[in-house]
Nanobody, 120 residues
Framework: QVQLVESGGGLVQPGGSLRLSCVAS????????MSWYRQAPGKERDFVAL???????NYADSVKGRFTISRDDAKNTVYLQMDGLKSEDTAFYYC??????????????WGLGTLVTVSS
């Protein structure tokens, strides 16, 4: 069984920084796309950033130049470095991983979410 554990959320002032992590554990053969999404209260879940297995990245326009997605395949981990945070970045942040397992084939998994609150 493969599990995802997110960490790094919290309360930060406008202009501050946070680094989110999402670690996958279990019978993993390899991980292809790794993404971050976010969902603010009362709103739909929105795409934030993507990093492919080859390292290509893509970002939502709202976070370009402020957020950086990266991955460490040796640790089965994806990161989201968030700088220049704004109040509108307040949301639950979820990782989404496309994982090839050794026992269950291909899985698309979501983390449980970590809350980021940007407020003075």
């Amino acid at each position: 069984q493969v599990q995802l554990v997110e960490s790094g959320g919290g309360l930060v002032q406008p202009g501050g920084s946070l680094r989110l992590s999402c670690v996958a554990s279990g019978r993993i053969s390899n991980i292809n796309d790794m993404s971050w999404y976010r969902q603010a209260p009362g709103k739909e879940r929105d795409f934030v950033a993507l990093i492919t297995g080859s390292g290509d990245t893509n970002y939502a326009d709202s976070v370009k130049g402020r957020f950086t997605i990266s991955r460490d395949d040796a640790k089965n981990t994806v990161y989201l470095q968030m700088d220049g945070l704004k109040s509108e970045d307040t949301a639950f942040y979820y990782c989404n991983l496309h994982i090839m397992t050794s026992t269950e084939g291909f899985l698309e998994l979501w983390g449980l979410g970590t809350l980021v609150t940007v407020s003075s």
